[in-house]
Protein backbone atom coordinates (compact mmCIF):
# COMPACT_ATOMS: atom_id res chain seq x y z
CA UNK A 1 0.00 0.00 0.00
CA UNK A 2 1.18 3.37 -0.75
CA UNK A 3 1.93 5.85 1.70
CA UNK A 4 -0.66 8.62 2.50
CA UNK A 5 0.55 12.42 3.35
CA UNK A 6 -1.59 13.94 5.74
CA UNK A 7 -1.42 17.17 7.58
CA UNK A 8 0.20 16.77 10.91
CA UNK A 9 -3.18 18.32 12.12
CA UNK A 10 -4.92 15.07 11.18
CA UNK A 11 -2.51 13.11 13.03
CA UNK A 12 -3.87 10.38 15.53
CA UNK A 13 -2.48 7.71 18.19
CA UNK A 14 -1.66 4.11 16.37
CA UNK A 15 -0.59 5.69 13.47
CA UNK A 16 2.66 4.60 11.33
CA UNK A 17 4.61 7.78 10.63
CA UNK A 18 7.11 6.69 7.76
CA UNK A 19 8.64 10.02 6.42
CA UNK A 20 8.64 13.45 7.18
CA UNK A 21 8.78 16.37 5.05
CA UNK A 22 11.81 17.13 6.10
CA UNK A 23 15.34 15.21 7.42
CA UNK A 24 14.48 12.72 10.06
CA UNK A 25 18.19 13.88 11.59
CA UNK A 26 16.50 17.94 11.87
CA UNK A 27 14.19 16.01 14.56
CA UNK A 28 14.47 14.85 17.68
CA UNK A 29 13.10 11.48 16.59
CA UNK A 30 15.66 8.83 17.18
CA UNK A 31 13.81 6.31 15.01
CA UNK A 32 12.82 6.90 11.09
CA UNK A 33 9.70 5.18 11.45
CA UNK A 34 7.40 4.38 14.30
CA UNK A 35 4.03 4.11 15.75
CA UNK A 36 2.66 6.88 17.34
CA UNK A 37 1.68 6.20 21.38
CA UNK A 38 0.96 9.17 22.81
CA UNK A 39 0.17 12.84 22.81
CA UNK A 40 3.77 14.46 23.39
CA UNK A 41 4.95 12.61 20.07
CA UNK A 42 2.50 14.18 18.21
CA UNK A 43 2.79 17.79 19.77
CA UNK A 44 6.54 17.20 19.12
CA UNK A 45 5.81 16.42 15.77
CA UNK A 46 3.51 19.65 14.97
CA UNK A 47 6.68 22.00 16.22
CA UNK A 48 9.02 20.67 13.20
CA UNK A 49 6.89 19.26 10.09
CA UNK A 50 3.86 20.58 7.98
CA UNK A 51 2.91 17.18 6.58
CA UNK A 52 4.07 13.96 7.33
CA UNK A 53 3.57 10.55 5.50
CA UNK A 54 2.19 7.48 7.20
CA UNK A 55 1.53 3.98 6.51
CA UNK A 56 -1.64 2.63 6.38
CA UNK A 57 -0.84 -0.97 6.84
CA UNK A 58 1.06 -0.72 10.10
CA UNK A 59 -1.53 1.52 12.07
CA UNK A 60 -1.94 -0.24 15.33
CA UNK A 61 -5.65 0.37 16.02
CA UNK A 62 -5.29 -0.79 19.74
CA UNK A 63 -3.83 2.20 20.55
CA UNK A 64 -6.80 4.16 18.60
CA UNK A 65 -8.96 1.84 20.27
CA UNK A 66 -7.64 2.97 23.97
CA UNK A 67 -7.92 6.79 23.78
CA UNK A 68 -11.49 6.57 21.34
CA UNK A 69 -13.95 5.08 24.58
CA UNK A 70 -12.18 1.66 23.59
CA UNK A 71 -13.21 0.34 27.39
CA UNK A 72 -16.92 -0.58 28.03
CA UNK A 73 -16.22 1.90 31.56
CA UNK A 74 -15.65 4.63 28.92
CA UNK A 75 -18.51 4.86 27.06
CA UNK A 76 -21.42 3.68 29.79
CA UNK A 77 -23.34 6.47 31.29
CA UNK A 78 -24.11 6.13 35.04
CA UNK A 79 -28.30 6.97 34.44
CA UNK A 80 -29.94 3.71 35.99
CA UNK A 81 -33.55 2.96 34.50
CA UNK A 82 -35.92 0.79 35.74
CA UNK A 83 -39.03 -0.19 34.03
CA UNK A 84 -41.85 2.06 35.25
CA UNK A 85 -44.65 0.42 33.36
CA UNK A 86 -45.58 -3.09 32.28
CA UNK A 87 -45.66 -4.18 28.44
CA UNK A 88 -49.39 -4.16 28.61
CA UNK A 89 -49.41 -0.75 29.31
CA UNK A 90 -46.77 0.62 27.56
CA UNK A 91 -48.00 -0.88 24.67
CA UNK A 92 -50.95 1.76 23.52
CA UNK A 93 -49.04 4.81 24.44
CA UNK A 94 -45.79 3.32 22.42
CA UNK A 95 -48.13 2.96 19.27
CA UNK A 96 -49.50 6.44 19.53
CA UNK A 97 -46.01 8.08 19.54
CA UNK A 98 -44.96 5.66 16.32
CA UNK A 99 -48.27 6.52 14.52
CA UNK A 100 -47.85 10.27 15.39
CA UNK A 101 -43.87 9.70 14.40
CA UNK A 102 -44.84 7.95 11.33
CA UNK A 103 -47.11 11.08 10.59
CA UNK A 104 -44.82 13.87 11.36
CA UNK A 105 -41.67 11.72 9.11
CA UNK A 106 -44.96 11.53 6.21
CA UNK A 107 -44.94 15.09 6.31
CA UNK A 108 -41.27 15.49 6.14
CA UNK A 109 -40.86 13.56 3.22
CA UNK A 110 -43.52 15.61 1.02
CA UNK A 111 -42.38 18.75 2.66
CA UNK A 112 -38.48 18.16 1.47
CA UNK A 113 -39.80 16.56 -1.96
CA UNK A 114 -40.97 20.27 -3.21
CA UNK A 115 -38.34 21.96 -1.49
CA UNK A 116 -39.85 22.70 1.95
CA UNK A 117 -38.20 22.86 5.25
CA UNK A 118 -38.58 20.25 7.92
CA UNK A 119 -40.59 21.25 11.18
CA UNK A 120 -38.17 20.96 13.36
CA UNK A 121 -39.87 21.34 16.53
CA UNK A 122 -42.68 18.82 15.52
CA UNK A 123 -39.80 15.99 14.96
CA UNK A 124 -37.98 16.92 17.89
CA UNK A 125 -41.82 16.99 19.85
CA UNK A 126 -41.93 12.86 18.17
CA UNK A 127 -38.41 11.59 19.37
CA UNK A 128 -39.19 13.20 22.96
CA UNK A 129 -42.53 10.76 22.89
CA UNK A 130 -40.54 7.88 21.70
CA UNK A 131 -37.86 8.38 23.99
CA UNK A 132 -40.64 8.51 26.95
CA UNK A 133 -41.58 5.51 26.02
CA UNK A 134 -38.38 3.43 25.83
CA UNK A 135 -37.75 5.13 29.21
CA UNK A 136 -41.06 3.48 30.55
CA UNK A 137 -40.79 0.23 28.55
CA UNK A 138 -38.15 -0.47 25.91
CA UNK A 139 -39.84 -3.77 24.92
CA UNK A 140 -43.29 -1.97 24.00
CA UNK A 141 -42.05 0.38 21.34
CA UNK A 142 -39.41 -2.32 19.81
CA UNK A 143 -42.04 -5.18 19.20
CA UNK A 144 -44.23 -2.29 17.23
CA UNK A 145 -41.49 -0.74 15.22
CA UNK A 146 -40.23 -4.14 14.47
CA UNK A 147 -43.89 -5.50 13.31
CA UNK A 148 -45.27 -2.87 12.10
CA UNK A 149 -45.99 -2.86 7.84
CA UNK A 150 -42.72 -3.25 6.76
CA UNK A 151 -43.42 -0.70 3.39
CA UNK A 152 -40.00 0.08 2.11
CA UNK A 153 -40.87 4.15 3.03
CA UNK A 154 -37.46 5.67 4.28
CA UNK A 155 -39.30 7.11 7.34
CA UNK A 156 -40.65 3.63 8.20
CA UNK A 157 -37.20 2.48 8.33
CA UNK A 158 -36.03 5.89 10.21
CA UNK A 159 -38.72 4.99 13.08
CA UNK A 160 -37.00 1.12 13.78
CA UNK A 161 -33.25 2.85 13.90
CA UNK A 162 -34.71 5.41 16.12
CA UNK A 163 -35.92 2.78 18.49
CA UNK A 164 -33.32 0.78 18.50
CA UNK A 165 -30.50 3.66 19.09
CA UNK A 166 -32.88 4.91 21.86
CA UNK A 167 -32.72 1.73 23.64
CA UNK A 168 -29.42 1.45 22.97
CA UNK A 169 -28.63 4.62 24.75
CA UNK A 170 -30.93 3.78 28.06
CA UNK A 171 -29.29 0.31 27.87
CA UNK A 172 -25.91 2.10 27.84
CA UNK A 173 -26.94 4.12 30.90
CA UNK A 174 -26.79 7.26 29.36
CA UNK A 175 -28.30 10.84 30.13
CA UNK A 176 -31.94 10.87 28.93
CA UNK A 177 -30.99 14.09 27.03
CA UNK A 178 -28.32 11.65 25.22
CA UNK A 179 -31.12 8.74 24.65
CA UNK A 180 -33.29 11.52 23.13
CA UNK A 181 -30.16 12.98 21.44
CA UNK A 182 -29.72 9.23 19.86
CA UNK A 183 -33.55 8.91 18.44
CA UNK A 184 -33.82 11.96 17.16
CA UNK A 185 -30.88 11.22 15.14
CA UNK A 186 -31.99 8.05 14.17
CA UNK A 187 -35.34 9.83 12.77
CA UNK A 188 -33.22 11.95 10.70
CA UNK A 189 -29.54 10.87 9.97
CA UNK A 190 -31.31 9.41 6.52
CA UNK A 191 -33.36 12.63 5.40
CA UNK A 192 -30.91 12.99 2.65
CA UNK A 193 -32.17 9.92 0.70
CA UNK A 194 -35.29 11.89 0.16
CA UNK A 195 -32.66 13.79 -2.81
CA UNK A 196 -32.18 10.71 -4.52
CA UNK A 197 -33.97 9.07 -7.38
CA UNK A 198 -36.35 6.37 -6.54
CA UNK A 199 -35.17 4.10 -9.06
CA UNK A 200 -31.52 4.08 -7.22
CA UNK A 201 -33.09 2.91 -3.66
CA UNK A 202 -35.19 0.39 -4.82
CA UNK A 203 -32.83 -1.34 -7.06
CA UNK A 204 -32.02 -5.20 -5.87
CA UNK A 205 -28.93 -5.66 -7.98
CA UNK A 206 -25.43 -3.98 -6.95
CA UNK A 207 -24.46 -0.14 -7.18
CA UNK A 208 -22.29 0.59 -10.06
CA UNK A 209 -19.41 2.60 -9.13
CA UNK A 210 -21.61 6.40 -10.16
CA UNK A 211 -24.67 4.99 -8.77
CA UNK A 212 -22.47 3.88 -5.61
CA UNK A 213 -21.21 7.35 -5.70
CA UNK A 214 -24.62 8.61 -5.95
CA UNK A 215 -25.73 7.02 -3.05
CA UNK A 216 -23.18 8.37 -0.23
CA UNK A 217 -23.89 11.61 -1.72
CA UNK A 218 -27.31 11.52 1.00
CA UNK A 219 -25.23 11.88 3.55
CA UNK A 220 -24.21 15.59 2.21
CA UNK A 221 -28.32 16.10 1.42
CA UNK A 222 -28.98 14.96 5.02
CA UNK A 223 -26.28 17.55 6.29
CA UNK A 224 -27.39 20.41 4.21
CA UNK A 225 -31.71 19.84 5.34
CA UNK A 226 -30.53 19.56 8.82
CA UNK A 227 -28.29 23.12 8.68
CA UNK A 228 -31.68 24.40 6.95
CA UNK A 229 -33.99 23.59 9.75
CA UNK A 230 -34.88 25.73 12.54
CA UNK A 231 -35.65 24.12 16.33
CA UNK A 232 -32.83 21.64 15.84
CA UNK A 233 -29.58 20.99 18.27
CA UNK A 234 -26.74 22.73 17.15
CA UNK A 235 -24.82 19.33 16.51
CA UNK A 236 -27.46 17.56 14.71
CA UNK A 237 -26.22 17.96 11.33
CA UNK A 238 -22.52 16.99 12.37
CA UNK A 239 -23.78 14.06 14.15
CA UNK A 240 -26.25 12.70 10.78
CA UNK A 241 -22.44 12.90 9.28
CA UNK A 242 -21.13 10.14 11.11
CA UNK A 243 -23.54 7.02 10.55
CA UNK A 244 -21.43 5.94 7.50
CA UNK A 245 -17.89 6.62 8.97
CA UNK A 246 -15.84 3.38 9.74
CA UNK A 247 -13.84 3.00 12.91
CA UNK A 248 -10.51 2.16 10.69
CA UNK A 249 -10.89 4.92 9.00
CA UNK A 250 -12.75 3.05 5.74
CA UNK A 251 -15.92 4.79 5.95
CA UNK A 252 -17.73 7.42 4.44
CA UNK A 253 -17.54 10.88 3.76
CA UNK A 254 -14.44 11.71 5.05
CA UNK A 255 -12.78 8.64 6.53
CA UNK A 256 -12.42 9.55 10.22
CA UNK A 257 -11.38 6.53 12.52
CA UNK A 258 -11.52 5.97 16.08
CA UNK A 259 -11.76 9.12 18.35
CA UNK A 260 -12.48 11.39 15.62
CA UNK A 261 -15.88 9.69 15.15
CA UNK A 262 -18.11 11.03 18.19
CA UNK A 263 -19.92 8.48 20.51
CA UNK A 264 -23.30 8.62 18.92
CA UNK A 265 -21.97 8.59 15.59
CA UNK A 266 -20.52 5.23 16.37
CA UNK A 267 -23.76 3.89 17.51
CA UNK A 268 -25.61 5.28 14.68
CA UNK A 269 -23.26 2.53 12.84
CA UNK A 270 -23.72 0.01 14.30
CA UNK A 271 -27.74 0.73 14.55
CA UNK A 272 -27.99 1.56 10.57
CA UNK A 273 -25.66 -1.84 10.01
CA UNK A 274 -27.88 -3.68 11.86
CA UNK A 275 -31.07 -2.42 10.95
CA UNK A 276 -29.71 -3.06 7.26
CA UNK A 277 -28.86 -6.60 7.67
CA UNK A 278 -32.01 -7.28 9.01
CA UNK A 279 -34.37 -5.38 6.62
CA UNK A 280 -36.00 -7.11 3.67
CA UNK A 281 -34.62 -6.19 -0.19
CA UNK A 282 -34.61 -3.62 -1.53
CA UNK A 283 -32.90 -1.97 1.21
CA UNK A 284 -32.07 -4.99 3.59
CA UNK A 285 -29.92 -8.21 3.51
CA UNK A 286 -33.15 -9.91 4.91
CA UNK A 287 -30.80 -11.95 7.61
CA UNK A 288 -32.21 -13.72 10.88
CA UNK A 289 -31.12 -11.57 13.84
CA UNK A 290 -28.74 -14.07 14.94
CA UNK A 291 -27.22 -14.01 11.26
CA UNK A 292 -27.22 -10.52 11.81
CA UNK A 293 -25.42 -9.78 14.96
CA UNK A 294 -22.70 -12.33 14.21
CA UNK A 295 -21.61 -9.93 10.86
CA UNK A 296 -21.54 -7.39 13.76
CA UNK A 297 -19.35 -8.88 15.27
CA UNK A 298 -17.23 -9.61 12.70
CA UNK A 299 -17.15 -6.02 12.49
CA UNK A 300 -15.27 -5.25 15.19
CA UNK A 301 -12.38 -3.09 15.05
CA UNK A 302 -12.86 -2.14 11.17
CA UNK A 303 -15.98 -0.86 10.81
CA UNK A 304 -17.25 -0.50 14.13
CA UNK A 305 -15.83 0.27 17.72
CA UNK A 306 -15.32 -2.98 19.59
CA UNK A 307 -16.36 -2.13 23.38
CA UNK A 308 -19.71 -0.71 21.57
CA UNK A 309 -20.19 -4.08 19.29
CA UNK A 310 -19.81 -5.87 23.09
CA UNK A 311 -22.46 -4.18 24.44
CA UNK A 312 -25.11 -3.76 21.24
CA UNK A 313 -25.36 -7.16 21.21
CA UNK A 314 -26.01 -7.64 25.15
CA UNK A 315 -28.49 -5.07 24.52
CA UNK A 316 -30.51 -7.31 21.33
CA UNK A 317 -30.06 -9.74 22.76
CA UNK A 318 -30.19 -13.78 21.39
CA UNK A 319 -33.23 -13.41 21.07
CA UNK A 320 -34.52 -9.53 20.07
CA UNK A 321 -37.75 -8.30 20.82
CA UNK A 322 -40.12 -8.65 17.82
CA UNK A 323 -38.37 -11.68 16.50
CA UNK A 324 -39.31 -14.48 15.12
CA UNK A 325 -38.66 -17.76 16.89
CA UNK A 326 -39.23 -21.47 16.17
CA UNK A 327 -39.92 -23.64 19.03
CA UNK A 328 -38.82 -27.05 19.73
CA UNK A 329 -42.54 -28.33 19.34
CA UNK A 330 -42.48 -27.09 16.02
CA UNK A 331 -44.55 -24.38 16.77
CA UNK A 332 -43.72 -20.69 15.89
CA UNK A 333 -44.14 -17.36 18.09
CA UNK A 334 -43.05 -13.82 18.18
CA UNK A 335 -40.44 -12.81 21.27
CA UNK A 336 -42.87 -9.79 22.92
CA UNK A 337 -40.47 -9.52 25.63
CA UNK A 338 -37.21 -9.25 27.37
CA UNK A 339 -36.50 -11.37 29.98
CA UNK A 340 -33.80 -9.33 31.89
CA UNK A 341 -32.38 -11.78 34.32
CA UNK A 342 -33.25 -15.42 31.53
CA UNK A 343 -32.37 -13.56 28.62
CA UNK A 344 -32.57 -17.39 26.93
CA UNK A 345 -36.22 -17.48 28.23
CA UNK A 346 -38.21 -14.14 26.62
CA UNK A 347 -41.88 -13.87 26.99
CA UNK A 348 -43.14 -15.35 23.37
CA UNK A 349 -46.49 -15.23 21.78
CA UNK A 350 -47.26 -18.71 19.49
CA UNK A 351 -48.57 -17.72 16.36
CA UNK A 352 -48.70 -20.78 14.19
CA UNK A 353 -48.91 -24.24 15.10
CA UNK A 354 -46.60 -27.06 14.19
CA UNK A 355 -48.26 -27.58 11.03
CA UNK A 356 -48.08 -23.88 10.05
CA UNK A 357 -51.81 -22.96 10.86
CA UNK A 358 -52.51 -20.22 12.44
CA UNK A 359 -53.42 -19.99 16.31
CA UNK A 360 -56.47 -17.96 17.32
CA UNK A 361 -56.95 -16.73 19.39
CA UNK A 362 -52.79 -16.36 20.27
CA UNK A 363 -50.75 -18.32 22.70
CA UNK A 364 -48.95 -16.62 25.69
CA UNK A 365 -45.70 -18.69 26.66
CA UNK A 366 -43.62 -16.91 29.46
CA UNK A 367 -40.23 -19.47 28.93
CA UNK A 368 -38.94 -17.65 32.20
CA UNK A 369 -41.91 -20.24 33.97
CA UNK A 370 -40.79 -23.18 32.22
CA UNK A 371 -44.06 -23.80 30.90
CA UNK A 372 -44.97 -27.83 29.84
CA UNK A 373 -44.71 -28.47 25.78
CA UNK A 374 -45.43 -32.40 26.76
CA UNK A 375 -45.47 -34.00 30.01
CA UNK A 376 -41.94 -34.59 29.83
CA UNK A 377 -40.22 -31.64 28.46
CA UNK A 378 -40.77 -27.67 28.62
CA UNK A 379 -41.08 -25.38 25.77
CA UNK A 380 -37.92 -23.84 24.52
CA UNK A 381 -36.69 -22.17 21.44
CA UNK A 382 -34.86 -24.42 18.77
CA UNK A 383 -33.47 -21.49 16.18
CA UNK A 384 -34.42 -17.78 15.53
CA UNK A 385 -36.28 -16.71 12.08
CA UNK A 386 -36.45 -13.81 10.09
CA UNK A 387 -37.96 -10.70 11.55
CA UNK A 388 -41.28 -11.06 9.15
CA UNK A 389 -41.18 -14.82 9.04
CA UNK A 390 -44.31 -14.28 9.71
CA UNK A 391 -47.08 -11.70 9.63
CA UNK A 392 -48.89 -10.87 13.10
CA UNK A 393 -52.21 -8.99 13.38
CA UNK A 394 -51.06 -5.74 15.83
CA UNK A 395 -54.66 -5.79 17.14
CA UNK A 396 -53.88 -9.07 19.16
CA UNK A 397 -51.74 -6.90 20.91
CA UNK A 398 -53.95 -4.41 22.40
CA UNK A 399 -56.91 -7.13 23.68
Known amino acids: MELKEISVDELKLGM ?72 DVELPRARTAIVETTNVLRQISRDVQVGGNVDGVKVRRAAADITESVVRNPDAATLLAQLQEKSGESFNRAIHISVMMSIFGRFLQLSHESVEQL ?29 LALYQTHVDHSVEILNNTSGL ?9 LHHEHFDGSGYPRGLRGGAIALPG ?76 RRLQPRVMVVKDAKGNENRPYKMLDLAKEPKATPDEIYRIRRTLEYDAIKVDLRELFL
Request: aromatic share 8%; charged share 20%; proline share 8%.
Open 16 to 87: YVSKLDRPWTETPFVFQGFILRSEKQIEVMKKFCRHVFVDPEKEDLSESEAHAGGSVASIRGTTVYKDSASL
Open 183 to 211: GLLGLLQDAGKIKLPRALLEKREPFTPEE
Open 233 to 241: PNDLPGLAS
Open 266 to 341: MIAAIADAFDTLVAPPPQGKHMSPSNALNVIFKGRGKQFQPALVEQFIQCIGVYPVGGAVELNTGEVGIVIAQNPL
